[in-house]
């Protein structure tokens, strides 16, 4: 009798514990955070597009913390790093869009790292933007799991390739559509609390859209370029949809954080809730974005109207998810948890910096101040001020210097520049080479100097290829760090479609390599089903060409790419650096 007594016991504190524990995942929920790509504020029907219909974000704003103030930088990159870490972009090293200012440091503490330290599981899925190589990628920088691209832009958005963790893998069908089916496989895996970042790279460029959106858009009469771009939201607007029902169906949603926002201003004119500018400027239709925040039945929907930014997110969720932040007062945002909860009594007033480039680096020291009744802007022709409260369309510049209050707010704007600009040195970043993580290092062109000829295909950097070389002297040279000492094998992705024939060389301070004699390649555009045609390069068919072994010593170095005979057909694409 004893013993069934004490059996029974044993499965009581078992049922005991696995209830406290469910009690303590219950106070931990998951996180989806959805972003979109060049999205802008009027590219929904809840914010007053007539054109576009966008049902399910619509719902979703109808249930959630609407923040109808939200900003974000007026570029891709640099809104991405604040989001991450909870900082202005310029602490980050985050400064630009390609070669390489749009690496973020290594260093950096991101939210997936507070919340893998935590105990979730971390994934990302889409465009990263942060780092093209290892330690500076999502796997060095907390996600467990990721599966996109690191540039700031893809080729093709059909049937693609596309990085999981450090494997190339296919992605068949439209590239949205796979992200949303690989980011509910994560989900339904997990048996912990999660943090699945979904990052959807449209409607960025290159316009490439499924058959059935782009034509419903364009019987309405819209042209090709809009049609298109309104088919990627709508589509994006589809796959948020089946996340949403994936987590109903799974009984996840009433303990899911899910926050949706989009990077930037629309890329191009049109609708924009009657704001002015887009993507790239300061005006707020470059960095005023919807960003919407829902728990279950935790807070009771509403629309906030305080000012709240990209930096605010990092310490939100770590308050949240009960996280501990390692050192808070790094952090330039502030949880919005209050706000979340209605109590905007006290919140008070607050500027938000919009800045990415580096002081004495940007004209004029241009940048925007957004307060919650002005907006400062500097278009680099000197300062603007908007009282956006009375004149959200920025039409009547009330600038004038004989106003002390604008110009204490400017004057503290270009203290705040000068200090976030001088705690990071803004250089390409060197490329790690040797890491387990990371055995094949792909260097693009984009990361190396060019001289002597040698130039981009395209306005692009970013999946661009390198021309000019039928000049004496052209060379590519990157600036590695070699953290293993050993031999690596050498491969140049190139084409050579002429005489003369050529070969590559590859040289350190310490060794040298050179290839036999490269072979003729011929020169094909992969598909690329545009609607429109586009301003970055196409994809090209490359072929591998193996240089040969070259040994590295350990520590920062330059790997310099030249060839023995000029060619002006020769085009490069790559150089991979694989440990042996």
């Given at each position: 009798m004893m013993k069934i007594f004490t059996q029974l016991c044993a499965i009581w504190c078992l049922f005991l514990i696995a209830g406290l524990t469910t009690f303590g995942e219950e106070k931990r929920p998951n996180v989806l955070l959805i972003i979109t790509d060049d999205q802008g504020y009027g590219d929904f029907s809840f914010t007053g597009n007539q054109v576009l219909k966008t049902p399910v974000i619509?719902?979703?704003?109808?249930?959630?913390?609407?923040?109808?103030?939200?900003?974000?930088?007026?570029?891709?990159?640099?809104?991405?790093?604040?989001?991450?870490?909870?900082?202005?972009?310029?602490?980050?090293g985050t400064w630009g869009v390609s070669k390489g200012e749009e690496t973020m440091r290594a260093e950096e503490i991101t939210i997936a790292e507070v919340l893998q330290k935590a105990g979730y599981a971390t994934a990302m899925f889409g465009k990263w933007h942060n780092g093209e190589n290892f330690p500076y990628t999502p796997n060095g920088q907390g996600f467990t799991h990721s599966l996109g691209f690191n540039l700031g832009h893809w080729n093709n958005y059909f049937d693609t390739r596309l990085k999981q963790n450090s494997t190339w893998v296919k992605s068949p069908g439209f590239i949205s559509d796979y992200l949303t089916d690989q980011a509910i496989g994560f989900i339904d895996k997990q048996v912990k609390p999660w943090f699945c970042y979904v990052s959807y790279n449209t409607p960025h460029s290159p316009f490439q859209c499924p058959a059935a959106y782009f034509d419903h858009y364009k019987k309405l009469g819209l042209d090709d370029t809009l049609a298109c771009i309104y088919g990627m939201c709508a589509n994006t607007d589809d796959n948020v949809g089946k996340l949403l029902q994936h987590l109903d169906k799974k009984e996840l949603r009433d303990n899911t954080v899910i926050i949706f926002l989009t990077d930037n201003g629309p890329n191009g004119k049109r609708f924009n809730g009657n704001m002015r500018g887009q993507k790239g400027q300061y005006y707020r239709g470059g960095t005023r974005v919807p960003c919407l925040i829902s728990y279950g039945k935790k807070w009771q929907p509403h629309k906030s109207e305080k000012l709240a930014a990209h930096i605010d997110l990092y310490p939100t969720i770590a308050e949240l998810t009960l996280s501990k932040v390692k050192n808070e007062t790094a952090l330039d945002g502030k949880s919005l948890i209050p706000l979340l909860e209605g109590k905007e009594n006290g919140w008070g007033d607050r500027s938000i910096y919009i800045q990415n480039t580096p002081y004495g680096k940007a004209k004029k020291n241009?940048?925007?101040?957004?307060?919650?009744?002005?907006?400062?802007?500097?278009?680099?022709?000197?300062?603007?001020?908007?009282?956006?409260?009375?004149?959200?369309?920025?039409?009547?510049?009330?600038?004038?210097?004989?106003?002390?209050?604008?110009?204490?707010?400017?004057?503290?704007?270009?203290?705040?520049?000068?200090?976030?600009?001088?705690?990071?040195?803004?250089?390409?970043?060197?490329?790690?080479?040797?890491?387990?993580?990371?055995?094949?290092?792909?260097?693009?062109?984009?990361?190396?100097?060019?001289?002597?000829?040698?130039?981009?295909?395209?306005?692009?950097?970013?999946?661009?290829?390198?021309?000019?070389?039928?000049?004496?002297?052209?060379?590519?040279?990157?600036?590695?760090?070699?953290?293993?000492?050993?031999?690596?094998?050498?491969?140049?992705?190139?084409?050579?479609?002429?005489?003369?024939?050529?070969?590559?060389?590859?040289?350190?301070?310490?060794?040298?390599?050179?290839?036999?004699?490269?072979?003729?390649?011929?020169?094909?555009?992969?598909?690329?089903?545009?609607?429109?045609?586009?301003?970055?390069?196409?994809?090209?068919n490359w072929y591998r060409h193996v240089v040969g072994t070259i040994s590295l010593n350990k520590g920062i170095q330059e790997a310099v790419l030249t060839v023995s005979v000029p060619n002006e057909t020769l085009e490069i694409k790559s150089l991979t650096l694989r440990r042996k």
């Open positions: 619509d719902q979703l704003a109808k249930e959630s913390v609407v923040f109808d103030r939200f900003h974000v930088s007026p570029l891709c990159a640099p809104t991405r790093a604040s989001l991450l870490t909870g900082r202005y972009s310029l602490r980050t241009s940048g925007a101040i957004c307060t919650q009744q002005y907006h400062y802007v500097n278009g680099n022709r000197g300062w603007e001020v908007y009282d956006v409260a009375r004149d959200p369309a920025e039409t009547t510049n009330l600038y004038s210097p004989d106003n002390e209050n604008f110009l204490t707010t400017i004057n503290a704007f270009t203290k705040w520049h000068q200090e976030v600009s001088k705690s990071v040195e803004f250089s390409r970043p060197p490329i790690q080479i040797g890491h387990d993580q990371e055995p094949a290092v792909e260097m693009s062109v984009a990361q190396a100097a060019l001289q002597s000829g040698a130039r981009f295909s395209g306005i692009h950097a970013n999946n661009a290829w390198t021309i000019g070389w039928g000049e004496k002297g052209a060379s590519l040279t990157w600036k590695i760090d070699v953290t293993q000492a050993g031999e690596y094998e050498a491969v140049v992705e190139y084409l050579l479609t002429k005489e003369p024939m050529t070969t590559f060389r590859l040289t350190t301070a310490t060794s040298k390599v050179e290839s036999a004699d490269l072979k003729f390649t011929d020169r094909k555009f992969a598909d690329h089903p545009d609607r429109v045609k586009r301003t970055e390069v196409y994809e090209l």
